[in-house]
Nanobody
Framework: QVQLVESGGGLVQAGGSLRLSCAAS????????VGWFRQAPGREREFVAA????????DYADSVKGRFTISRDNAKNTVYLQMNSLKPEDTAVYYC??????????????????WGQGTQVTVSS
């Protein structure tokens, strides 16, 4: 059974930084892409960033390009989301997720079937 555990969320002032971590269980972690998504109150869950199984491909939502960086360390079964220049509109619960198939690289939320419990990020103005 795959488990994904996010950490690193918190309260930060606008312009500040946070680094989220997504720790995964299982020996096949390195064969899966990983995505970060977020959900603000009253809004649908939205794509933030994704990284391929090798780390060679990454994608970002337009709203975070140039400010967020996704990376992974397969030796540690961990994916990171470095968030800089945070804005109040970045406030949300952030989730990491794994797609339903090995080597599948996708930014579509419905392609992901294993999710972490989420970590709250709050950016004050």
């Amino acid at each position: 059974q795959v488990q994904l555990v996010e950490s690193g969320g918190g309260l930060v002032q606008a312009g500040g930084s946070l680094r989220l971590s997504c720790a995964a269980s299982g020996r096949t972690f390195s064969t899966y892409a990983v995505g970060w998504f977020r959900q603000a109150p009253g809004r649908e869950r939205e794509f933030v960033a994704a990284i391929s199984w090798s780390g060679g491909n990454t994608d970002y939502a337009d709203s975070v390009k140039g400010r967020f960086t996704i990376s992974r360390d397969n030796a540690k079964n961990t994916v990171y989301l470095q968030m800089n220049s945070l804005k109040p509109e970045d406030t949300a619960v952030y989730y990491c997720a794994r797609p339903h198939a090995t080597y599948l690289y996708t930014v579509t939320v419905t392609d992901y079937d294993y999710w972490g419990q989420g970590t709250q990020v709050t950016v004050s103005s």
